[in-house]
């Protein structure tokens, strides 16, 4: 259960990840927003004045040692429990009752929980009152957007602060500190990195220090291994295979990147399309989610301005069906590529949302009674299909008769632009209404 295993002095069999955990600020590397000079967090750290808080950031961007550092600034007594393997009863029996048994001495209790989404609505509603009454100070980490996985009420009783993913120049430090320190990094093996080696590190390592470090690890045991004093490109290159870029398939990022591809369609750019739909192909994303939202596209920003997009994203729909990744990629890209330079119209989108308002609004009018199906002699005799006209018997097929609702007659929802084939459509209405007018 706990995460910082009393904070013992290194073990030179961890990780190395683990290992050049910063122990003090002052070793901690990026973040400048939240804990640079004078900012909140660090004066609240430094002077011991902490608040119920939540640390949002990706994998590897300091939360858990943003938690280590507080807990061993403080004079509190600082409890960590991970929201994976702890639940309410361990929290009660471990931190809730001995905060309360303390607080009449003075002593306050930090409750650091490590993935604190991964708690339901009904546990996070325990830890409510006891954060309103002070019983407690929590400190949470999380990956997920809290205005989703944290109770509203929870969180506005939290300081917010935001970790952003490392910046390149920030990986290119932590990698540098762990190749020099010869007590806790690499310094004792007499290695050397090159520039590009650790360049390529810091660009496939997303944001996160810990998958630099790991990487790092992996390309010092190799170079040793082949007795080689310099960690070249080749082997970082080696070392980082398979280690796929971030992304959660069921997490904000998620959400992201399916964001991005679309606007990228909308607004025409190829390129951008592309490079989403690569990013979430390499992440693991099924192929058909992706089909599935180009499929939507195509109706809903190309519509009838290209009506040939909506054919092709059910045919790379079905190419996803039929013989699956890697292969289906080349489908869905020809796609997205033809639906970013196709001309765009919202024209159907627009239509449909007007028309799902008017029948809000006006409830289940009737059909007129010319348009009304009569199958039967009686139906006739009352007036079903009385005075209707069959386009095709007139020049063009084109007819002017009542379709709408009484209510309705006169009334337009579909508006066509004069964008690609949309604009064939506008001239055909526009003569048509034209013509009925005059």
């Known amino acids: 259960m706990e995460l910082f295993e009393n904070l013992r002095s290194v073990d030179a069999g961890k990780p190395l990840a683990d290992r050049m955990r910063p122990q003090t600020l002052d070793e901690f590397v990026g973040q400048d927003a939240i804990i640079g000079p004078d900012k909140p967090l660090r004066l609240a750290i430094v002077r011991d004045k902490l608040f119920s808080m939540l640390f949002w950031g990706p994998p590897g961007s300091g939360k858990t040692t943003l938690a280590q550092i507080v807990a061993k600034s403080s004079n509190s007594r600082f409890l960590p429990f991970s929201a994976v393997s702890a639940g309410v009863k361990e929290i009660r029996e471990s931190a809730i009752q001995a905060s309360l048994d303390l607080k009449t001495t003075g002593t306050r209790t930090i409750l650091f929980l490590d993935e604190i989404h991964r708690f339901n609505k009904a546990q996070q509603d325990y830890l409510l009152p006891h954060v309103e009454n002070g019983a407690i100070t929590l400190i949470g980490a999380t990956t997920e957007n809290p205005s989703f996985e944290v109770n509203s009420a929870l969180l506005s009783r939290l300081g917010v602060f935001i970790l952003e993913p490392l910046s390149h120049n920030d990986l290119l430090k932590i990698i540098q500190n762990a190749m020099t320190n010869r007590e ?29 470090l790991n990487i790092l690890e992996v390309s010092a045991s190799q170079a040793n291994l082949r007795k080689r004093p310099v960690i070249d490109l080749k082997t970082t290159q080696d070392s980082a295979q398979g280690r796929n870029i971030r992304y959660d398939r069921g997490g904000e990022e998620h959400f992201n990147l399916i964001s991005a591809l679309h606007k990228s369609l909308r607004d025409s750019d190829p390129d951008g399309g592309l490079y989403w739909m690569a990013r979430m192909l390499d992440g693991g994303e099924d192929p058909l989610y992706i089909a ?38 080349l489908a869905l890209a020809q796609t997205v590529v033809y639906l970013a330079c196709s001309p765009k119209s919202n024209s159907l989108e627009a239509a449909y949302i007007s028309l799902k308002d008017e029948i809000r609004h006006s409830g289940a009018l009737p059909v007129p009674m010319c348009i009304r199906n ?65």
Do not use: W
Request: aromatic content about 10%; proline content about 5%.
């Open 184 to 212: 806790k990094g690499l310094g004792g093996l007499d290695l050397e990195i090159n520039e590009d080696a650790a360049n390529f590190i810091a660009s496939v390592s997303d944001g996160d220090a810990r998958k630099a």
């Open 374 to 438: 009569a199958p039967t002699k009686f139906m006739k005799e009352i007036g079903y299909g009385k005075g209707y006209k069959y386009a095709h018997d007139f020049p063009d097929a084109q007819v002017d008769q009542q379709h709408l609702p009484d209510k309705l007659v006169g009334k337009r929802f579909y508006f066509p632009t004069d964008r690609g084939f949309e604009a064939t459509i506008k001239d055909r209405l526009d003569r048509k209404i034209k013509d009925e007018k005059s």
């Open 292 to 329: 599935r939202r180009l499929v939507r596209f195509a109706s809903e920003d190309v519509g009838l301005a290209a009506p040939q997009g909506l054919n092709m994203a059910v045919a790379a729909f079905q190419a996803c069906q039929y013989i699956g990744m890697p292969e289906c990629a």
